[in-house]
């Protein structure tokens, strides 16, 4: 990554965030495709000390709780989806390594990553939603006489994959315990796609990644081999409220746009106060389950997701064809606001808007 001047960001509050988050929003705008890779976008959130929120300060982070974490990312996503879904990537990764009881991954990999001068990524979905209906495991592996493993297979989906030194796999074994290491990428028999043409977040550089015999050896190990591996260790996720943030995040760019619309035409004003209320509304349920309160994940995940579909055909409907001429910010968001129904979709969320779409009753 390129080095870039930035300040530190010191709370999501810090003028410093809305800076950065303007010259995201910039850079945003003139992406497309695969070869669109937000190096510089990644680069300027890494000098703005971006990445040592998600850390303990004894790991050279910052430590931000979930509060915190989540009112950064909602800036974030507002401004540049495709950068702040990357982060969401990078800092899975980082969490996993970080809260592995194999201290020599961390040794190895935290220190160029929260510096930006190294990339992490994961390949964990087929563990939780990708390819669950195939008979056979994607990703196998099997231990090897010396305490190492081989791996074979493929991770189906892992963003920015071309780009990264180190990638949090996770494979299963033939007794159905699973396995998740930190895999440099440099190793013989991996293989990492370019990056699709995607709908929306091309310039993610979402692509599959091959394991052909690769021999992950013991230093590499972050987790098992035990049954369902991503439910354990300190680095877990803890309920999913990542994806929630996200589309919030572009709901509320959506709204911003009425809201500018509006300056000039009356008849936006209402529609865009009223879609900012409900923003407002979901946003607070948001931070109130992120600083501990009660809150369903699905049934928060469900809300967030008719919202960015609402707000951004909103958004849409008031550019008009100039809004469906490539290029238009309000088209992208509409592409967008499509990820959040794959993106590590629950299953019963996705059953619910299923029969939402079809007009069953649930
Ligand atoms: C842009 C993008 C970036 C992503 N980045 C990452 C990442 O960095 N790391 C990561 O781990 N994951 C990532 N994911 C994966 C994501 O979280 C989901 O796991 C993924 O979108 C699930 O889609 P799938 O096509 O793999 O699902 P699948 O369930 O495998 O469905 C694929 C196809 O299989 C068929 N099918 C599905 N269910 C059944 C069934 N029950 N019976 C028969 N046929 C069936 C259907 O034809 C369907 O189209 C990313 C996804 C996207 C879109």
């Known amino acids: 990554m390129h080095k870039t001047e930035h300040d530190v960001i010191t709370s999501p509050d810090d003028v410093a965030l809305d800076r950065l988050c303007q010259s995201l929003k910039e850079a945003a705008d003139r992406r497309h495709g695969p070869d669109d890779w937000p190096a510089d976008s990644l680069a300027a959130c890494a000098a703005a000390g971006v990445f040592r929120w998600f850390l303990p300060e004894s790991l050279g982070g910052l430590g931000w709780d979930d509060l915190k974490q989540t009112k950064g990312y909602l800036k974030l996503a507002a401004a540049d989806l495709t950068t702040t879904f990357v982060i969401t990537q990078f800092s899975g990764a980082c969490r996993r390594i970080a809260g592995s009881e194999n201290r020599v991954v961390g040794e190895r990999w ?144 959506a709204v911003d746009y009425l809201f500018h619309e509006s300056t000039r035409r009356d008849e936006l004003v209402m529609v865009a106060e009223r879609l900012a209320v409900q923003v407002d509304e979901l946003e607070q349920r948001l931070l109130t389950a992120a600083s501990g309160g009660p809150c369903d994940a699905g049934e928060l995940r469900a809300d967030a997701n008719r919202l960015v579909m609402r707000t951004t055909q909103a958004a849409m409907t008031a550019a008009k064809g100039a809004g469906f001429v490539e290029g238009h910010p309000v088209g992208r968001w509409c592409r967008e606001a499509l990820f959040f129904l794959v993106w590590s979709c629950p299953q019963p969320v996705a059953s619910a808007q299923l029969c939402e779409l079809a007009g069953i009753a649930s």
């Open 110 to 253: 935290l220190a160029p990553l929260i510096a930006g001068d190294a990339f992490a990524t994961v390949g964990i979905s087929h563990l939780t939603t990708s390819r669950r209906h195939l008979e056979n495991p994607v990703l196998g592996v099997a231990a090897e006489p010396d305490g190492g493993f081989r791996m074979n297979g493929a991770a189906p989906w892992v963003t920015g994959a071309a780009h990264a030194d180190v990638i949090v796999v996770a494979g299963t074994m033939e007794d159905g315990r699973e396995l998740l290491a930190a895999v440099p990428t440099d190793l013989p028999g991996v293989g990492c796609g370019g990056g699709a043409e995607l709908v929306a977040l091309s310039a993610s550089c979402t692509d599959q990644v091959t394991l052909d015999d690769v021999l992950i050896t013991a230093e590499m190990v972050l987790a098992g081999p035990i049954a369902d591996v991503m439910r354990s260790g300190v680095g877990a996720s803890t309920g999913g409220f990542q994806t929630s943030t996200l589309a919030i995040g572009l709901a509320r760019s």
